[in-house]
């Protein structure tokens, strides 16, 4: 082989390695595909895959934030649906998860969010206290808002009969008539709300003060929320009191950080917060970039952290991967 066919099979090779690299997909782990937050997650894929060179994501359903981060820190995704409760406990070795996630990281939040404690008008249910006993869904199976629900009422002394099931599948027992009502993780409007709604009245329960300082002194990762939910749906006059936590995107540090600048620059932007609001409706009126600062328990990824100081933003210390 002559020396200049040599330098074209290698400039070719080259070439297309670097266009396989460009190709290469990225998969985002996502809540379970009856929420709203999947929504959000098809919507901001799609605008990502447009708006950064070279990214090719896909979603896949894995049904909430502990088991996509099980997923991510196993490798099967690239990131993942991420919630304040999830990260603190892969952080920390806390069941479901063994051992520190010393690698885990934050790639964006996007929404506040607090827990909806949602009846039937005509469950006989009138307080937190009257679930004892009732039939009840804490959330989808294996997601996050499940397991901070029963936290949440072992702490302040509440058994209700739990309904285990997948989204879906409580949404469906709750039109039914087969279940007294349901926790749901999000703002208003909320469409798995809205459609519980067109079934059966609904009024939305309360934490009293007690309850929420007893809750967030033994996890501090809530933080107190209201809401006035009848703008919206139910007959719930005034303020709802609850608790919540934060929505969000992790990743690793397997992610490269050209890639975590670029995806935190059009997140961030102008046009993502558009793109975010189209199919999600709550993300007009949110900083996402100051909710991640705010909310973050995992450190932030190298990548993003560069992109909110070239912003103006203060990043603290203690959101700054050591070492």
Same mark, same amino acid.
């Given at each position: 082989?002559?020396?200049?066919?040599?330098?074209?099979?290698?400039?070719?090779?080259?070439? !297309?390695?670097?266009?396989?690299?460009?190709?290469?997909?990225?998969?985002?782990?996502?809540?379970?595909?009856?929420?709203?937050?999947?929504?959000?997650?098809?919507? +901001?894929?799609?605008?990502?895959?447009?708006?950064?060179?070279?990214?090719?994501?896909?979603?896949?359903?894995?049904?909430?934030?502990?088991?996509? #981060?099980?997923?991510?820190?196993?490798?099967?995704?690239?990131?993942?649906?991420?919630?304040?409760?999830?990260?603190? =406990? !892969?952080?920390?070795?806390? *069941?479901? @998860?063994?051992?520190?996630?010393?690698?885990?990281?934050?790639?964006?939040?996007?929404?506040?969010?607090?827990?909806?404690?949602?009846?039937? =008008?005509?469950?006989?249910?009138?307080?937190?206290?009257?679930?004892?006993?009732?039939?009840?869904?804490?959330?989808?199976?294996?997601?996050?808002?499940?397991?901070?629900?029963?936290?949440?009422?072992?702490?302040?002394?509440?058994?209700?009969?739990?309904?285990?099931?997948?989204?879906?599948?409580?949404?469906?027992?709750?039109?039914?008539?087969?279940?007294?009502?349901?926790?749901?993780?999000?703002?208003?409007?909320?469409?798995?709300?809205?459609?519980?709604?067109?079934?059966?009245?609904?009024?939305?329960?309360?934490?009293?003060?007690?309850?929420?300082?007893?809750?967030?002194?033994?996890?501090?990762?809530?933080?107190?929320?209201?809401?006035?939910?009848?703008?919206?749906?139910?007959? #719930?006059?005034?303020?709802?009191?609850?608790?919540?936590?934060?929505?969000?995107?992790? #990743?690793? #540090?397997?992610?490269?950080? *050209?890639?975590?600048?670029? +995806? =935190?620059?059009?997140? @961030?932007?102008?046009?993502?917060?558009?793109?975010?609001?189209?199919?999600?409706?709550?993300?007009?009126?949110?900083?996402?970039?100051?909710?991640?600062?705010?909310?973050?328990? =995992?450190?932030?990824? *190298?990548?993003? +952290?560069?992109?909110?100081?070239?912003?103006?933003?203060?990043?603290?210390?203690?959101?700054?991967?050591?070492?």
């Amino acid at each position: 082989m002559t020396t200049t066919l040599k330098a074209l099979t290698l400039a070719t090779t080259l070439l !297309a390695a670097g266009a396989a690299q460009a190709q290469e997909r990225l998969t985002m782990g996502a809540t379970h595909s009856a929420s709203s937050f999947y929504a959000y997650q098809v919507g +901001i894929t799609n605008f990502l895959n447009n708006a950064v060179e070279g990214v090719n994501i896909n979603v896949r359903e894995l049904g909430g934030a502990e088991v996509s #981060t099980e997923a991510l820190l196993r490798d099967e995704v690239d990131m993942g649906i991420s919630v304040t409760s999830s990260d603190f =406990a !892969a952080m920390n070795g806390v *069941e479901p @998860f063994r051992g520190n996630a010393d690698n885990l990281r934050t790639l964006f939040f996007f929404a506040p969010l607090p827990l909806n404690f949602v009846v039937a =008008a005509d469950a006989g249910v009138d307080s937190v206290d009257a679930l004892a006993g009732k039939a009840f869904n804490p959330g989808g199976r294996g997601t996050s808002t499940e397991r901070q629900v029963e936290q949440i009422m072992e702490t302040v002394g509440i058994t209700p009969d739990w309904l285990r099931a997948e989204g879906g599948d409580a949404l469906d027992a709750f039109q039914n008539g087969q279940i007294a009502g349901f926790v749901k993780g999000g703002n208003h409007p909320d469409g798995y709300i809205q459609q519980a709604s067109s079934a059966r009245d609904i009024i939305f329960l309360s934490l009293d003060e007690e309850q929420r300082n007893k809750v967030i002194e033994a996890y501090p990762f809530f933080s107190a929320a209201t809401s006035t939910p009848s703008e919206f749906y139910g007959e #719930t006059e005034g303020e709802v009191a609850t608790l919540q936590t934060a929505i969000g995107i992790n #990743t690793t #540090t397997n992610l490269d950080e *050209e890639t975590a600048y670029q +995806i =935190a620059k059009a997140v @961030f932007s102008d046009a993502g917060k558009q793109a975010a609001s189209e199919v999600y409706a709550p993300a007009k009126t949110i900083d996402a970039a100051q909710l991640t600062i705010d909310a973050a328990v =995992a450190p932030l990824h *190298e990548g993003v +952290i560069r992109y909110l100081e070239e912003a103006g933003y203060t990043v603290p210390d203690d959101l700054k991967a050591q070492g």
